[in-house]
């Protein structure tokens, strides 16, 4: 297999554009009644179309069998081996919020929830507080223990970030989130012995932060999972001497980008807003990733013909993007999402890649059984990317 | 690619279960005149009814152009790399008798042959000598040489096992067999200095055993192949979470099994009694490797219409193993043995996978060209267990 140093030994600048159209929790399984997927149920012609011009094809995310979370399925469209870079939650969630990130920063995902008076979780949301009330607690949390510095960012609902600042922290520490209700918060525990201070300082926090919230029911206490720093890898631009941007609605997609080196363009809500930013920067850089969140919560929630619909509605938009003429554009997922499962899976996402010279296949319909027989068979999602700098003529020839 | 390591971090116990129905030699080629595999030529209405439903593909059990042996087949099936472990086939007909392999024991596939009274070997099977005889030839061989205790089993027919079991043993040693008639037996050679010692004790042991055999035409001579120890694997167990059973009317089928840490289940000698076997033990276990020996013997002979005749009946068998309504059931083969080349082959090995989140694709026909168009595309057979997994809802989400 090809590696990134050695694509990266290839890449050449150009003036070509690429455009990396990431349908979150894209593929999907059959309706027992229609024994037809949410793709293969909506009419999507501009899609269809595309896949017509295109080569297609079943792209894998992580490996056979295996469901991908956002980060490896996103690590993976951007040509990173999903199993040698680890971004954790903390990182994921600071970077996706704007939070100024230090090189030796600890970061930790929070939610503030609720216990019963025995200290077991009733609600690991907290009924889902307000942003507002997120904030004002948030503040209340900031403190410095020893000479480690705590701050706090509000990021939605009841989510926020908390940041160890100072010397001598380590991220290999276990998270004191059980993951259900029912149970009590557990204490941190340090995975390595350079963590144990982080491990004592993270408690200590916890412990001052429950006293600080016992009179805020519901969020009268909080759990915090996935810290981590930040991961020490090559930029976006030093691999492909691309100049990349990335348009997202949903701030951890945002964050993900950033962490590769993409410069975020803000945008509205709708994917009609996300083009429209497309449309405003295109002149200033030359890759985009455009990523739409809709259809993935539609997924999670079970809800079928939601999907269907929102993919009929992005099908009506995606004209708009395509007047653009990019040189290369790839319809893709960072995972499957099916209803049926109401949440991430391990299938194959449908892939289109559309340049001058993709070769096209006889595809004609973007859908699982449709994208079966196409030119790109079933694929690692790490390939995406040299598939569409190849299209794009960004890569020299390897070897004499 | 994902390790089976990271498989390992990802599986959970439920109570959902899996059968692995292999078909020993599954894969053919066509018939020069009809054109037709031994899958295509069969008429196997229930196979093909079960591939309408499933997620098909053609398995490559070791890589492109690699003719798999049973126990590198067998190991891919169960999702270890068949290259990083090495199953000497000692080993295995000795787990395959239940015999007791102690930790250093050094064991080898034993054949009794005939040689004429120049020493050239004329019979490979010495006329496939009774097991009673072979039984009674084993007692005769059993001895002491230096600090060396050498014990042996009779297997079936001519084939037995010989221990050699004391201090200071190593297995790296060429075989006795030249594998073919008409030549005379070889020196085991050590491949390793510290294989010396145990090279002397092979040698003198062939050597007190050609004397004690002399008059015991036609088994008057011994072939040693396949020195091994006890590999270090982790159980199935372990890693997957599964509670694993085999059944398989063959010895070394049961042994490999075994090696994986999978219950042996005593069973007849036929599909049906297979079938019955895993019926009576279905509430105690959570994994079943069904192991159908007869295709495989029908394509070493090279006997095509005998292959097809018990594709024939194993599908009229089908049904009742399917009435068990297991939430996955993949059906493959360890490699392909076409009649027409008796004999194992390179070939990809037609698969199914069934499950009720499988992901069906357009394949109705059970057969090689008819998996050809699955949604499994040509993938790895140590990609098998992995998808079983996440179709048994048994595999968590990677990464965040």
């Known amino acids: 297999m090809f590696t990134q140093e050695q694509i990266r030994a290839l890449a050449q600048p150009t003036a070509s554009k690429i455009i990396l159209l990431v349908l979150d929790g894209l593929g999907g399984l059959p309706k027992p009644d229609t024994g037809k997927t949410e793709l293969e149920t909506a009419k999507i012609p501009n899609f269809d179309k595309l896949a017509a011009k295109s080569i297609c094809g079943l792209s894998e995310p992580v490996g056979a069998g295996v469901t991908a979370g956002s980060a490896p399925g996103h690590t993976a469209l951007f040509g990173y081996d999903p199993l040698a870079i680890n971004i954790g939650r903390g990182v994921l ?8 990130i230090e090189q030796d920063d600890v970061l930790a995902r929070g939610n503030f929830c609720t216990v019963d008076n ?3 979780i009733t609600d690991r949301r907290a009924g889902r507080i307000s942003t507002e009330l997120n904030d004002s607690l948030c503040k209340l949390l900031e403190m410095k223990i020893d000479d480690i510095q705590i701050l706090t960012a509000p990021v939605k609902d009841h989510r926020f970030v908390i940041c160890f600042r100072g ?3 380590r991220d290999a520490l276990t998270d004191n989130d059980p993951q259900h209700e029912g149970l009590m918060p557990l204490p941190v525990t340090a995975l390595s012995a350079g963590a144990i201070k982080t491990a004592n300082i993270a408690n200590q926090f916890i412990e001052r932060a429950k006293k600080i919230l016992a009179d805020k029911h519901p969020a009268n206490m909080l759990l915090l ?3 981590s720093r930040k991961p020490q890898i090559l930029s976006m631009e030093a691999i492909y001497k691309l100049k990349p941007a990335v348009i997202a609605t949903y701030p951890m997609y945002r964050g993900l980008a950033r962490l590769v080196g993409m410069t ?9 807003d996300e083009i429209k930013t497309v449309k405003e920067h295109y002149n200033e850089f030359d890759f985009f990733f455009v990523h739409l969140k809709a259809l993935d919560a539609a997924g999670e929630d079970g809800d079928f013909d939601r999907k269907v619909q929102i993919l009929e ?12 003429n990019p040189d290369v554009i790839v319809v893709t997922g960072d995972h499957s999402t099916p209803a049926m499962l109401k949440g991430h899976s391990w299938h194959t996402v449908p892939t289109m890649i559309y340049g001058q010279y993709c070769r096209p296949d006889k595809v004609t319909q973007f859908s699982e059984s449709g994208c079966l027989g196409g030119g790109l068979g079933i694929f690692s999602a790490t390939q995406i990317m040299p598939l569409a700098m190849a ?7 390897y070897g004499a």
């Open 93 to 100: 969630e600071a970077v996706g919020i704007d939070f100024p």
């Open 118 to 120: 025995t200290g077991i």
């Open 167 to 169: 010397p001598g922290l």
């Open 225 to 227: 999972r996935g810290f």
């Open 264 to 272: 975020n363009l803000p945008t509205g809500t709708t994917f009609a």
């Open 313 to 324: 509605d992005f099908d009506k938009t995606l004209p708009e993007l395509l007047s653009l």
């Open 391 to 397: 299209n794009a003529l960004k890569l020299n020839k």
